[in-house]
Every structure is written in C-alpha cells, then in structure tokens.
C-alpha cells in the first residue's frame, strides 16, 4: 500500500454511495445494472431477489472485490472504484466487515483464532489484548463462548456461521456486508446473529447491508432492495 493512501485516520464511519454500477463477467450473458443506492451511516438494508440475480456480486461489488465495467461504488468515505487492487484489500481489512457466503474458516485454526484471523492476514491491523477481548465478548454474545478453542470442524454449520459473524465484526469495522450470514440457523440462532450485525450497526453508526432470502427477517430492516427489479438492478 503506498503512504497515504488508506490511512485509518482517512476512512471515517460513513454511508455507501453506489451510482450509474454496471458489471458483467467476461465472457459470460451476466449483467448487473444499478443505477443509484445509498445507504445512510448506521442504516440496515436486506437484499433479496430471484437466485442468480446478482446478490452475491452486488456484496462482492460493495467489498471492492470486483469492479464494476462502469459507476462508482463509494464506501466509508472513499472511491472504491479509484483504489488499486491492493489498497482496495487495505481497506477491507480495516473498515469493511464481510460475512462470505462461503464462510472461509480454517480448519487448522481454533474458533478463537478464527475470529482472530484479520489480524494476522494484514499488517495494517494490530493483535492486541483489546482484540483479543472483542473476539471472546463477539462469540460469548453468540453462544459460542464455551467453545473457544475448538476447530471448526468440530462445530456445526450453524456454529461455524456464527464464527464467520463474529469474525466480521471483531475488527470494529465501518460497513457491514453480509452474504446470507443467516442462511444456516435455526429461529433461535437466527435472531441472535441478526441482532449482533443489526446492533452492531446501530451503535456504530455503520452501514448494514445483508443478502437474505428469509423474508421473515424483513421487518427487522429500515428497508430492502429487491435485485432485479426495474431500477434496482437487472441480470442478463
């Protein structure tokens, strides 16, 4: 990362801007078109929408994963669409807390660690006691705390969800992005994971964006986008 270019001073809590957004894979009939979204600091939307639509691209989009062949997509105060590659994974490191679809735990790595893991991908964050305490107060707050030091392969798929979550938040980040962070659990679980992104959000004053196809969450939003849809987005 070159000096000053993605400093933690610089990325300031703040809302996403996303304008005039259109993707398409290589090669592929795939497109996703959206021509406006904002999302207001400490605000929660649920994305839904057809499979295939664009969901998962329109998160990865917002998580600077990939790039748009046109638009902007400005989060926590900065130009995504402007950063080199390397910046861009700066930047996710620091102020960008991202639930995969896929979860991406690691299996030689206890739950704690696990949670830990940003810390040790990116020189940019520092492992302190401080974080260590946020990691062990996330997974007490999830009903993981007696499960600490336990791989991944020994918890259920719920369990490792909610490992995924706290993961994502440990490092006190300024956006919130979620793949179907919910999409695992039963009722109970459910609402204890939804509460710690949304509560999250709400005192942190950090933008929420969630993929769910649980419509029964809905009402727990400010409000939804509904992918595909005329203005939204649409899917070739």
Do not use: W
């Not at 990325?11 to 304008?19: F, H, K, L, N, S």
């Not at 130009?79 to 896929?102: P, Y």
């Not at 690691?106 to 520092?126: S, W």
Request: proline content about 5%.
């Amino acid at each position: 990362m070159e000096a000053g270019v993605i400093e933690t001073g610089m990325v300031e809590a703040g809302g996403i801007d996303v304008r005039g957004l259109d993707f398409g894979y290589p090669g592929g009939e795939f497109r996703l078109r959206l021509g406006e979204l904002r999302v207001a600091a400490g605000e929660s939307v649920a994305v839904t929408g057809a499979s295939g639509c664009g969901k998962t691209t329109l998160i990865h989009l917002l998580a600077g994963i990939l790039e748009p062949r046109a638009g902007r997509v400005a989060v926590a105060g900065l130009d995504m669409t402007s950063l080199a590659v390397e910046d861009r994974q700066d930047l996710r490191a620091l102020k960008i807390g991202l639930v995969f679809q896929e979860l991406e735990l690691l299996d030689y790595l206890d739950v704690l660690d696990n949670v830990l893991l940003p810390y040790r991908l990116t020189p940019v964050l520092e492992l302190d006691a401080a974080a260590r305490g946020r990691a062990l107060e996330l997974l007490a707050r999830v009903g993981l705390g007696d499960k600490v030091r336990r791989p991944p392969g020994r918890l259920s798929q719920g369990e490792r969800q909610r490992v995924a979550v706290c993961r994502a938040l440990v490092t006190r980040p300024a956006v919130v992005l979620g793949d179907e962070p919910t999409g695992n659990l039963d009722p109970r679980n459910r609402d204890q994971v939804i509460d710690a992104l949304l509560g999250y959000g709400r005192e942190a004053g950090a933008p929420v964006v969630i993929v769910t196809h649980d419509h029964e969450l809905l009402p727990r939003f400010d409000r939804t986008l509904e992918v595909g849809e005329p203005g939204a987005g649409a899917a070739g």
